[in-house]
């Protein structure tokens, strides 16, 4: 499985970093489908994010073992960057917009299913304190666009529980923007 990290800076409350898994085989063909896919998604993106707000994939992806977790092995890409296109004030921090990612997968009665946080957007995606309209069909098209990737297959992995066996991949097939902001925090907040 290869993992790509994106790393979002601000001047405040940053840097913001985001994860994304696919099956993908651990080759650097493959690595390179995955940066780019992942650029593309945010550059999509980036159209309701605060002009100060830049963003870079990490220089390696990263071949990580599905039944662990654990690194195996690095491939050297060309980071995918960006900035934000919107120069309305930003929304505070703790606002994000938010990405579920849906597998169709079920383990334990419970489905397999991802997230992925959207920092740094603005007054303008935002309307009565829930996500305007015209935000959400837009970040769900990206959404959609990556899911639909010719070249890659967005996964979520589920880490197994201790002592109940090793962890899995399952694929991503539909996603939702939710329309209201969500807070991401951290075990030092």
């Known amino acids: 499985m290869l993992r790509v990290k994106t790393i979002f800076s601000y001047t405040t409350g940053a840097p913001w970093v985001s994860t994304m898994h696919f099956t993908n085989l651990a080759t650097q063909a493959d690595a390179d489908f995955c940066n780019v896919a992942v650029g593309t ?27 662990t977790g654990a690194l195996q092995g690095l491939f050297g890409v060309t980071p995918q960057t960006g900035t934000g296109a919107v120069a309305t004030e930003i929304l505070p921090v703790v606002n994000q917009g938010l990405v579920s990612w849906r597998t169709g997968h079920f383990t334990n009665g419970r489905e397999v299913r991802g997230r992925t946080f959207i920092p740094g957007l603005t007054e303008a995606a935002a309307t009565l304190g829930v996500v305007t309209a015209a935000t959400k069909t837009g970040i769900e098209a990206a959404a959609t666009a990556l899911i639909g990737d010719v070249n890659t297959t967005l996964c979520i992995w589920h880490r197994g529980a ?3 066996g090793a962890g899995q991949v399952q694929a ?18």
């Open 41 to 67: 998604f945010w550059t999509a993106v980036k159209a309701y994010l605060n002009s100060s707000v830049t963003y870079t994939t990490d220089a390696a992806v990263q071949d990580v073992s599905q039944s």
């Open 162 to 164: 201790p002592g109940a």
């Open 172 to 189: 991503v097939t539909a996603s939702a923007m939710w329309t209201k902001f969500a807070v991401l925090r951290s075990r030092r907040d």
